[in-house]
Every structure is written in structure tokens, then in C-alpha cells.
């Protein structure tokens, strides 16, 4: 009789530690849909996978969004556990190291998961290809950063940064000939610093 207690307490903690998570999941999810979806100018879903998901993704990209046989994009977009994990923590991310030229792998990483929901809800906008959808996103880094918690003066540094470090090493695919300042893809050709 022991047994069976101790083991439907376990149980029960398991369900309620389980039910937790997974509320906080969504709460997070609803918080990127919210941002995805001023960037995408229609109502959109983020999904990141549980955690069950989470170990067994293999996909390797840090975000996805389909596209049907028409074009159109579908109404969300998958992004990878690493990504979601980044975002999550976005605001406790010591972004001082732009003012020194100084941050390592954790701050690029955080900064390219912001980049990364930037550049799928430019896809969920309806922008297929990959150089255009770039050119919008690495001009809305700062938004999604400012969205999750990171002063404005660093959030500008950040995406100044993802274009400078990040951009030049990314597939050619990636890269457009018009995306520069001024170009016919700047979103704000009255101001003069770009992205």
C-alpha cells in the first residue's frame, strides 16, 4: 500500500511539474506569436517543441516556415529548441560586451535567435525568397530584442552587430544585391544608418 502511494505522489508531482511546463510554453509561445505577428502584419503562431520534441529534433535549422503549392505561407512557423531557448532567456543576456567589441558565442547566439524570429515572420509575411526575407529581418533585430526585454540602445548595437559579424558569413541564398542602405529593400530610406 506504501508503494502505491509513494509511486502516485511521484506520479501526481510528475503531472503537475509536466502541466507547469507546459503552460509556461504557451505563455512564451503567445509572447513570439504577439511579436511575429506585428512583423508578419496579420495574426501568426510561433511553436516551440516540448520537451519531449526537443530531443529528438534533427531538423538543424533555427526556424522554419512552410509554404503550399500556391505560395502561401502557413500560419506559424517551427522554430528549433535552441532558438526558443535563447528567446526565453533573451532579457538576462549580458549585451554591455557590444559597447567593447568584446561578446563571445552565448551573446551571437542570443542575438541570432532574435534575428531568427525576425527573419521567419518576414516568411510568414509572404516573402519566399530568402534574400529578401533576410534584408527585412537583419532591418528588424532590434524590434524583436526591444519586444523581449533588451534596452533599446543595445538592442540597435545588437542588430548593427548580427549584420556586421552574421550576415557576410550566411549561404549566398541568403544575400540580396538591393538590400543596403538606401536600396530597394530598406525600410527606412530617411534614415540614414542601416540596417
Not at 84 to 109: I, S, Y
Not at 149 to 171: D, F, M, S, T
Request: proline share 5%; with cysteine; charged share 20%.
Amino acid at each position: 500500500m506504501r508503494t502505491i502511494a509513494v509511486f502516485l505522489l511521484v506520479v501526481g508531482a510528475l503531472s503537475a511539474l509536466g502541466f507547469a511546463r507546459h503552460e509556461q510554453r504557451v505563455r512564451e509561445q503567445d509572447q513570439l506569436a504577439t511579436i511575429a505577428s506585428d512583423l508578419a502584419g496579420r495574426r501568426v503562431g510561433v511553436r516551440c517543441p516540448g520537451f519531449l520534441s526537443s530531443l529528438v529534433d534533427t531538423r538543424g535549422e533555427a526556424g522554419r516556415v512552410r509554404f503550399d503549392a500556391s505560395g502561401r505561407p502557413a500560419n506559424y512557423t517551427d522554430l528549433s529548441p535552441q532558438t526558443c531557448k535563447a528567446l526565453r532567456h533573451l532579457d538576462h543576456v549580458d549585451f554591455t560586451c557590444l559597447a567593447h567589441g568584446n561578446c563571445g558565442f552565448t551573446q551571437f547566439d542570443a542575438a541570432w535567435a532574435a534575428h531568427t524570429l525576425a527573419h521567419e515572420a518576414f516568411h510568414l509575411r509572404g516573402f519566399q525568397d530568402e534574400g529578401v526575407t533576410e534584408c527585412y529581418a537583419l532591418q528588424n533585430t532590434a524590434f524583436v530584442a526591444e519586444r523581449l526585454g533588451v534596452p533599446v540602445p543595445q538592442a540597435e548595437k545588437l542588430q548593427q552587430w548580427i549584420y556586421v559579424r552574421g550576415y557576410p558569413n550566411e549561404p549566398e541564398e541568403y544575400h540580396s544585391a538591393q538590400c543596403y542602405s538606401g536600396g530597394p529593400l530598406d525600410l527606412r530610406p530617411n534614415v540614414a544608418k542601416f540596417p
